[in-house]
């Protein structure tokens, strides 16, 4: 029974190890398991014997009684059936002795079965520790493949931002092209009407020197008649009298009329490629407020239905406008975030909102590339402004509330509300993030775009003054200039702000911070009315606060947990500061 008991706690035990290692341990649990059935038959033959030994050992023994009791051991028969006893019991000691034999062979087989197992045990361990680190290299991998797959989808993206701007180039090569066959046309004629001007020049000198060889005939005429009649020579020179010489009517024409004087003009023409001139001073206007460091969140409102791309305040300071992906604008109260107004009509998100000078009126850019104007004290829509074939993701109103719009068409447009049409498109040769006047009438305007450059514009003439390459090294999101300053502030997805001087083009100050990444293409970022502070958002939800002129990181402000596309700060001043992320959220920054 000892010996079934360990057999089975060693069945047992290889069939849990089988159950574990199957896929490496198949032929020696196969082979184990027909060891333990033969063992098994064994062991179950061995019974058997053992019991037919007993019973022969028992009728071997009546039978000696019997014998002893007949007194007969002599018989034939019974030595006979004595022998056959005997003849069976050595059988059966010789097929037991065969079967322990077995059975040692078959406990010496199991030993090295053991001893095997043992062994891929510890060749199991050694691969499960591969396999950890298999899975552990697995693992990153799959994180380099996933980052492999955003970018290569980024890279798609720019392919198709790309193929987007060859579609533009192409259609201003077209129409160039059209204007320089309209502009060869043009030469062609004012050659031909050169030729004829010549011709007709030509043709008047040639009249004129005849008309002077005719007078210089006359008046040696008349000399050498003064001097045969005894006349001084300088009377030759008079004019003939009535009396004296040929008549007053036979003098030419040419000799009675005077020279006419030649004029000129000029025009001046203005460089545009010079320094910047200082900006009208209405728009530099210093402001009578002081800005102070935000400490905490006072509000948090959450205003759209989807994600908020965009966010503006009055030029009062009274109220708050966001856009989002949602097609809708939301207006709401400065201070206490009740909500004022709704303003709907975009067939897409709404990238972009701004304000006019006096307050009445709010714009909102879209990706259904067109620019809407709503009123806002009726809230209805007053024009709609289609003529880009990009999203358009950005506008300001100048002061005679006329309207600059950068889209990703590679243009910018200028559009008289007045006559609601475009009056003028300007190529940018890349798309277009975001733009800034540089005057009240955007006269000078600058722009920022996805090929990391800064663009100067003349707008009047649709010529570029200067354009600012290798300033960052990622796309340019956000454009604001800088109060009572010859400077603008950029921002770039290379998470860097830079202040450029617009007199020498040069950057004078760069804002950056361990842990400010900007999270989105169209991310804006804001001075303090007083120019004393930088604010941006991060990707992870943090407002960062600089000091403008010595680049300090002043504090970080946490209440947002996604991407941060807006900040502003308020015109009153003060701490008042606004931000909005992805989340839908709006936070109202203050003391």
Not at 57 to 62: C, G, Q, S
Not at 366 to 392: E, M, Q
Not at 523 to 542: E, L
Request: glycine share 6%.
């Amino acid at each position: 029974m000892q010996t079934t008991h360990w057999h089975a706690d060693i069945v047992g035990q290889l069939a849990v190890l089988g159950d574990r290692y199957s896929p490496s341990l198949a032929e020696v649990f196969a082979s184990h398991n027909e060891l333990a059935r033969q063992s098994k038959r064994i062991t179950q033959r061995n019974l058997e014997l053992e019991r037919q030994l007993a019973i022969l050992r028992m009728e071997h023994a009546d039978l000696i009684r019997s014998s002893t009791a007949a007194g007969d051991f002599s018989s034939p028969n019974v030595q006979k059936r004595i022998q056959e006893l005997e003849q069976q019991l050595s059988e059966i000691k010789d097929e037991r002795a065969e079967l322990y034999k077995t059975q040692g062979q078959n406990a010496q087989r199991l030993l090295e079965l053991m001893d095997i197992t043992k062994k891929q045990e510890e060749s199991m361990k050694v691969l499960n520790e591969e396999n950890k680190r298999i899975i552990a290299a697995n693992s990153s991998l799959t994180t380099k493949a996933n980052d492999l797959q955003d970018n290569l989808r980024e890279k798609d993206n720019v392919i198709q931002i790309l193929r987007d701007e060859l579609q533009a180039y192409q259609l201003e090569l077209s129409q160039r092209e059209e204007q320089l066959k309209t502009a060869q046309e043009t030469v062609k004629k004012l050659e031909v009407d050169n030729k004829e001007l010549v011709e007709r020049l030509v043709s008047q000198k040639e009249d004129t020197a005849k008309k002077m060889n005719e007078a210089n005939e006359y008046i040696e005429n008349a000399l050498k008649t003064r001097k045969s009649v005894g006349s001084p020579v300088s009377d030759a020179l008079q004019p003939p009298g009535p009396t004296v010489g040929p008549s007053q009517s036979s003098v030419p024409g040419n000799i009675r009329a005077t020279a006419t004087a030649a004029g000129f003009f000029s025009s001046m023409l203005r460089r545009v490629s010079g320094d910047v001139p200082q900006t009208d001073a209405r728009y530099r206007e210093v402001p009578l407020v002081q800005s102070l460091l935000p400490i905490s969140a006072v509000k948090v409102v959450s205003a759209h239905e989807s994600e908020i791309n965009c966010m503006q305040v009055t030029p009062d300071g009274s109220m708050i406008a966001s856009g989002g992906g949602d097609k809708k604008i939301m207006l709401m109260d400065a201070k206490t975030g009740v909500q004022r107004g709704q303003f709907t009509g975009s067939l897409a998100g709404v990238m972009c909102v701004a304000f006019n000078n006096t307050g009445d009126l709010i714009l909102g850019t879209s990706n259904d590339n067109s620019t809407k104007i709503w009123s806002i004290a009726t809230g209805r829509p007053k024009h709609t402004l289609t003529g880009h074939i990009g999203k358009v993701y950005s506008a300001k109103f100048t002061e005679s509330n006329k309207i600059f719009s950068g889209s990703y068409d590679r243009t910018i447009k200028h559009w008289d509300l007045a006559k609601g049409y475009c009056i003028k498109t300007i190529f940018t040769l890349s798309s277009c993030n975001d733009l800034a006047l540089l005057d009240p009438e955007g006269n000078l305007l600058a722009s920022g775009h996805i090929d990391n450059n800064l663009r100067i514009w003349d707008t009047r003439s649709g010529n570029l003054v200067r354009e600012l390459a290798g300033i960052h090294g990622g796309q340019i999101t956000s454009v604001e200039v800088v109060p009572n300053s010859n400077h603008v502030l950029t921002t770039s997805r290379d998470n860097m702000l830079r202040l450029i001087d617009l007199r020498t083009y040069e950057t004078v100050q760069a804002y950056a911070s361990e842990g400010f990444k900007v999270g989105l293409n169209w991310a804006r970022s804001c001075i303090s009315p007083d120019g004393a502070y930088i604010a941006s958002g991060s990707i992870d939800g943090a407002v960062f606060i600089w000091n403008f002129n010595t680049t300090k990181l002043e504090t970080t402000l946490k209440a947002h947990t996604s991407a941060i596309c807006s900040t502003v700060w308020n015109p009153r001043g003060g701490a008042a500061l606004y931000s909005a992320d992805k989340d839908k959220n709006i936070v109202f920054w203050g003391i």
